[in-house]
């Protein structure tokens, strides 16, 4: 088993910029690949960015040249968040799995509880 617990949320105004936080811990030899996702009031939970065992990158449109993945050791994963807007308000999740595809379509076995981030002047 894994358990991932995100920080770093809180609320920002709009340009601003947020680090997340995600700490894992159990059975991380078993992750190949992690991710971020994100779910606003009254919408469906959207991908944000992916990060695999590799270092390679994936991320939504919304989120290409803004924020950015990073695996800092096996237990930690952030998202640096920059320039954040409005439409940026959500809670974000972290999400974690053996395989690659699995966390890029959202059903991966491990998920955080999510931190939230709102986006507000």
């Known amino acids: 088993q894994v358990q991932l617990v995100e920080s770093g949320g809180g609320l920002v105004q709009p340009g601003g910029s947020l680090m997340l936080s995600c700490a894992a811990s159990?059975?991380?030899?078993?992750?190949?690949?992690m991710g971020w996702y994100r779910q606003a009031p009254g919408k469906e939970r959207e991908l944000v960015a992916t990060i695999a065992s590799g270092g390679s990158t994936n991320y939504s449109d919304s989120a290409k040249g803004r924020f950015t993945i990073a695996r800092d050791s096996a237990r930690t994963m952030t998202l640096q968040m920059n320039n954040l807007q409005p439409e940026d308000t959500a809670k974000y999740f972290c999400t974690a799995d053996e395989l690659f595809r699995t966390v890029l379509i959202g059903t991966a076995d491990y998920w955080g509880r999510g931190t939230q981030v709102i986006v507000s002047s």
């Open positions: 159990g059975s991380i030899f078993s992750i190949n690949a």
